[in-house]
């Protein structure tokens, strides 16, 4: 490991909310022009940690040293002021202003009290000169895609004159081609002696963009190693244990010809076109595609989230009403949506509540919630499901990622559904969390229940799925079984039809980076 100024040092600090400890006596070293990645368990503490740097939280105890200086940081604007900018995997934008302005928030140049618009506008083009954007700075931030919503997050933390640049999941969002692009830019910031904290899920990143490692774990520091320590050794430092098998998917010996879910003939104008497939009790079927391929949009339809212009949908041979949740639901079908936070979650509404939503009618005692009875059952659900949590009536906000999406899971667990339609079940979620995931897929199946599950994850779909659909410009284009099959006849048929070449490069750089992950 090179030695290199440290801008930043966490020394034995510790943080508590209520009567959670959540961070306990740990160190972090941030150097000049190195990437120093933060690895640990949904609930490890992680966030915590990071926002003591960023002056969101103060620690109870311990000390924050700023070259070389005990300092407190007292709020975010006090870490503008020593250099310290956040990226957050919810990005801090406003979509309906300008490049420019988003650039210059809150720093807007003026001259005679109005905004000076020809320097902010060079203000602006310099910052993303810098990172080597092109992007037109009178277009609104909400017309461009996530990769350079991201970049243009980073451009305007250099315009902060940052010495120290935290990304909280920058990749999360992000394909192949895309994560490509921004290594680059990282490099590059590295080179300017710019010193990161990276945070991540996906280990393979670790190596590519990393010089030093600290993992946590329940709060705790646990090591602090190279960036080249193995995947396996590092997963072993996050969870406390080894994880052999990445995908532990476990079909049912035994499997019925009669389908469970039925779709036929689905269409949507302009979303997707004649869909049929069928699941069968104790299979997980899988769907990939490249993002804008339709997948999403099916699922959304079977849960009865959109309506369809044409085709219909059974369970047990009974058809589900086109356009309708409360049906669907009813029929027994459980939805885990794509951005669980805006579609699957009341983030101000506690652990019970959120784990209660499907139940809340058919429990009802003569129209009246039966709120104990919610409780008691919630409480089952979180246990058998290990929610990490301080109280059932913790708020879900305040909970991590992975336990977030446990929550969405134990609602469907809770309602019985037969049938489960998963959309990136485990996008930022840890490892030990995924394993977690796949296990409630595995239960599901076991008791006769069906999952369809759609992921861009390539091994992950590969590796939990029991047949594997691909579509491309809103149709299926072919079934492949996902034991013999490799990435790259998914690629071949997730770009049928495609004209665009860089699409196609786009996966086959996505399948690359996500391998073995």
Same mark, same amino acid.
């Given at each position: 490991?090179?030695?290199?100024?440290?801008?930043?040092?966490?020394?034995?600090?510790?943080?508590?909310?209520?009567?959670?400890?959540?961070?306990?006596? !740990?160190?972090?070293?941030?150097?000049?022009?190195?990437?120093?990645?933060?690895?640990?368990?949904?609930?490890?503490?992680?966030?915590?940690?990071?926002?003591?740097?960023?002056?969101?939280?103060?620690?109870?105890?311990?000390?924050?040293?700023?070259?070389?200086?005990?300092?407190?940081?007292?709020?975010?604007?006090?870490?503008?002021?020593?250099?310290?900018?956040?990226?957050?995997?919810? *990005?801090?934008?406003?979509?309906?202003?300008?490049?420019?302005?988003?650039?210059?928030?809150?720093?807007?140049?003026?001259?005679?009290?109005?905004?000076?618009?020809?320097?902010?506008?060079?203000?602006?083009?310099?910052?993303?000169?810098?990172?080597?954007?092109?992007?037109?700075?009178?277009?609104?931030?909400?017309?461009?895609?996530?990769?350079?919503?991201?970049?243009?997050?980073? /451009?305007? &933390?250099?315009?902060?004159?940052?010495? !120290?640049?935290?990304?909280?999941?920058?990749?999360?969002?992000?394909?192949?081609?895309?994560?490509?692009?921004?290594?680059?830019?990282?490099?590059?910031?590295?080179?300017?002696?710019?010193?990161?904290?990276?945070?991540?899920?996906?280990?393979?990143?670790?190596?590519?963009? /990393?010089?030093?490692?600290?993992?946590?774990?329940?709060?705790?520091?646990?090591?602090?190693?190279?960036?080249?320590?193995?995947?396996?050794?590092?997963?072993?430092?996050?969870?406390?244990?080894?994880?052999?098998?990445?995908?532990?998917?476990?079909?049912?010996?035994?499997?019925?010809?009669?389908? *469970?879910?039925?779709?036929? #003939?689905?269409?949507?104008?302009?979303?997707?076109?004649?869909?049929?497939?069928?699941?069968?009790?104790?299979?997980?079927?899988?769907?990939?595609?490249?993002?804008?391929? #339709?997948?999403?949009?099916?699922?959304?339809?079977?849960?009865?989230?959109?309506?369809?212009?044409?085709?219909?949908?059974?369970?047990?041979?009974?058809?589900?009403?086109?356009? $309708?949740?409360?049906?669907?639901?009813?029929?027994?079908?459980?939805?885990?949506?794509?951005?669980?936070?805006?579609?699957? *979650?009341?983030?101000?509404?506690?652990?019970?509540?959120?784990?209660? *939503?499907?139940?809340? $009618?058919?429990?009802?005692?003569?129209?009246?919630?039966?709120?104990?009875?919610?409780?008691?059952?919630?409480?089952?659900?979180?246990?058998?499901?290990?929610?990490?949590?301080?109280?059932?009536?913790?708020? !879900?906000?305040?909970?991590?990622?992975?336990?977030?999406?446990?929550?969405?899971?134990?609602?469907?667990?809770?309602?019985?559904?037969?049938?489960?339609?998963?959309?990136?079940?485990?996008?930022?979620?840890?490892?030990?969390?995924?394993?977690?995931?796949?296990?409630?897929?595995?239960? !599901?199946?076991?008791?006769?229940?069906?999952?369809?599950?759609?992921?861009?994850?390539?091994?992950?779909?590969?590796?939990?799925?029991?047949?594997?659909?691909?579509?491309?410009?809103?149709?299926?284009?072919?079934?492949?079984?996902?034991?013999? &099959?490799?990435?790259?006849?998914?690629?071949?048929?997730?770009?049928?039809?495609?004209?665009?070449?860089?699409?196609?490069?786009?996966?086959?750089?996505? /399948?690359?980076?996500?391998?073995?992950?």
């Amino acid at each position: 490991m090179s030695e290199a100024q440290t801008v930043v040092s966490l020394e034995s600090v510790s943080k508590s909310f209520g009567p959670v400890n959540v961070i306990d006596r !740990v160190d972090l070293h941030v150097r000049a022009g190195q990437v120093h990645a933060l690895l640990g368990e949904n609930g490890a503490g992680k966030s915590t940690l990071i926002k003591m740097i960023s002056g969101v939280h103060q620690p109870d105890s311990g000390t924050i040293t700023v070259d070389g200086k005990v300092t407190e940081i007292p709020n975010t604007k006090a870490a503008e002021a020593l250099g310290i900018a956040t990226i957050h995997q919810e *990005l801090n934008l406003v979509p309906t202003m300008s490049v420019a302005e988003n650039l210059l928030l809150g720093r807007t140049p003026s001259r005679w009290g109005l905004v000076n618009r020809k320097h902010m506008q060079s203000m602006a083009k310099a910052a993303l000169d810098l990172i080597g954007v092109d992007v037109d700075l009178d277009d609104t931030v909400g017309s461009l895609g996530i990769a350079r919503q991201q970049l243009v997050e980073i /451009a305007k &933390a250099l315009t902060m004159n940052a010495r !120290v640049l935290i990304l909280d999941e920058p990749t999360a969002a992000l394909t192949g081609a895309e994560i490509d692009n921004l290594f680059k830019v990282i490099e590059d910031l590295k080179e300017k002696g710019v010193g990161m904290v990276f945070i991540s899920h996906h280990l393979d990143e670790i190596a590519r963009i /990393a010089d030093t490692v600290s993992v946590l774990r329940d709060g705790q520091f646990i090591a602090e190693v190279p960036a080249t320590t193995s995947e396996k050794e590092l997963v072993r430092l996050m969870v406390g244990r080894d994880i052999d098998d990445q995908f532990p998917r476990v079909r049912p010996e035994e499997s019925s010809s009669t389908p *469970l879910l039925e779709v036929k #003939g689905l269409t949507r104008k302009g979303a997707f076109s004649d869909v049929s497939f069928d699941v069968f009790p104790g299979e997980v079927l899988g769907i990939a595609g490249l993002v804008g391929a #339709g997948r999403t949009e099916v699922i959304r339809a079977i849960a009865g989230a959109d309506k369809t212009d044409s085709g219909t949908v059974h369970v047990r041979g009974k058809k589900v009403t086109n356009g $309708s949740i409360k049906d669907s639901i009813r029929s027994g079908i459980g939805h885990v949506p794509e951005d669980r936070k805006s579609q699957g *979650l009341i983030l101000d509404a506690p652990v019970s509540e959120n784990l209660g *939503l499907a139940t809340l $009618s058919s429990t009802a005692r003569f129209g009246i919630a039966d709120r104990r009875g919610q409780k008691r059952r919630g409480e089952e659900v979180a246990e058998k499901l290990r929610i990490r949590m301080a109280s059932i009536n913790s708020l !879900v906000r305040n909970l991590s990622g992975g336990n977030q999406q446990k929550v969405v899971f134990g609602r469907w667990v809770l309602a019985g559904s037969e049938v489960l339609l998963l959309d990136e079940p485990t996008r930022g979620v840890d490892v030990g969390a995924k394993v977690e995931i796949y296990n409630i897929i595995n239960e !599901v199946t076991a008791r006769g229940g069906a999952v369809v599950m759609v992921s861009s994850d390539l091994p992950e779909v590969l590796g939990m799925s029991d047949r594997l659909l691909v579509m491309s410009n809103g149709r299926v284009t072919g079934e492949l079984d996902p034991h013999v &099959a490799s990435q790259d006849d998914v690629m071949h048929l997730a770009v049928s039809n495609v004209d665009s070449a860089v699409e196609e490069s786009s996966l086959e750089s996505n /399948a690359v980076s996500r391998k073995d992950n």
